[in-house]
């Protein structure tokens, strides 16, 4: 099977599209064509790949964007089987001639913008793309009409947890804006100062809180490494004190599975989370909950983990165990393969493929 697989807004290196669901087409056998934002994102596409480099759509600034994908898009999927977008945005790039068309629907855009005329215009499109396109969810959404796969954002999670490192340092990993606890990280982080306890931060920043967090850095409060591609960020986030999960209650999080937190057991460490019901739901009592918009409460919890070892083991064990049981991806990925190779009209490889995944390394 030939797959067209199309972003201008994420990352080349985005977890989900490559490290997961590119990589398991790839293991799979199947050909990939990859139209992404590699010249912007300072990206060498994996050899495995053809790569069609496209601008990427940031801000306001996105008609440029646009017209590039559309014609990337057309050129990647004039022998692909099956065409598969990730973003929004493509729904108003696509080619008029076009194989099957697949959406992954990554978030509620609508639920994450203010006003209403913009959540309004996002409902219409969405709408638009359940009648005449495939669709796979990130998670279960209500607001379409129609049951579609969910394919889930799980993780690799190896069979071993790195042994912790010290107990000097915490992490908090993924995009960093206000209603993900940005300014609640940075009040953390000088709560901490006088414990000698670091706080690396790793993500992407929204424009906004940038300066502040330039700032905190710049006073020696923490460590902001910007985006590090996925499969790096995790490393560093190993051994680690605590990982932090501050997110809002706000509509957009609150029936979201925080994926950091899946990425924190995965790995061991003991996670921190505000009381969003899928973050309780995930944690199932393998974590520490934190009331929301209270640093205070987060630096005492950190203080808690430091002075007890013990309980910071049993949380690595129980967490990377929960982890392997019910949020590993290689246990998704044939199911991912499978429901595009149906929508494609082409010979599965499902069965070949988990045999390949049951053969010892």
């Known amino acids: 099977m030939k797959v067209c697989v199309g972003t201008v807004t994420r990352h080349p290196e985005d977890a989900r599209i490559m490290h997961r669901q590119i990589r398991a087409l790839l293991d ?3 050909e990939v064509t990859y139209v992404a934002p590699f010249t912007d994102c300072n ?5 495995e790949l053809r790569a069609i480099d496209v601008p990427r759509a940031v801000g306001l600034h996105r008609a440029r964007a646009l017209r590039s994908a559309r014609t990337a898009l057309r050129r990647g999927s004039r022998d692909a ?11 108003l790039a696509l080619p008029r001639h076009r194989p099957p068309t697949v959406w992954d629907v990554h978030e509620d ?6 006003g209403r005329t913009m959540p309004r215009l996002i409902r219409r499109l969405e709408s638009r793309a359940e009648r005449r396109l495939h669709l796979i969810l990130a998670e279960k959404a209500p ?27 915490i992490v908090a990993l993924g995009r960093l804006s206000e209603t993900r606890g940005a300014a609640d990280l940075i009040e953390v982080a000088r709560l901490l100062r006088p414990y000698e306890i670091r706080l690396d931060l790793i993500g992407p920043a929204d424009p906004h809180i940038r300066p502040r967090l330039r700032d905190a850095q ?19 986030t190993e051994g680690a004190l605590a990982g932090l999960s501050l997110l809002h209650d706000v509509p957009a999080h609150r029936e979201s599975l925080p994926t950091k937190i899946v990425e924190y057991l995965a790995r061991g460490v003991p996670v921190i989370s505000t009381p969003l019901p899928r973050a309780v739901e995930t944690l199932n009592g393998n974590g520490v909950l934190v009331p929301f918009g209270d ?3 987060v630096a005492q919890a950190v203080l808690d983990l430091k002075a ?12 990377h165990a929960d982890a392997r049981a019910h949020y590993h991806w290689p246990d998704r990925a044939a199911e991912f393969v499978g429901h595009l190779e149906a929508w494609a009209n082409v010979p599965s490889t499902v069965a070949t493929h988990s045999a390949r995944r049951a053969v010892p390394a």
């Open 81 to 91: 089987d099956l065409l598969l977008v990730h973003d929004l945005d493509l729904l």
């Open 295 to 297: 640093p205070e409460a």
């Open 43 to 47: 990206v060498t596409p994996a050899p």
């Open 308 to 319: 007890d070892p013990a309980r910071r083991a049993a949380l690595s064990v129980a967490g």
């Open 28 to 30: 799979a056998g199947h």
């Open 143 to 169: 607001r379409f009409g129609r049951e579609h796969p969910v394919v889930p954002n799980h993780t690799y999670v190896p069979d071993e947890v790195a042994k912790p490192s010290g107990d000097n340092r």
């Open 218 to 236: 710049r006073s020696g409060l923490l460590d902001w490494f910007g985006y590090v591609p996925n499969k790096h960020a995790l490393r560093m």
């Open 109 to 114: 855009m609508a639920a994450r913008m203010d």
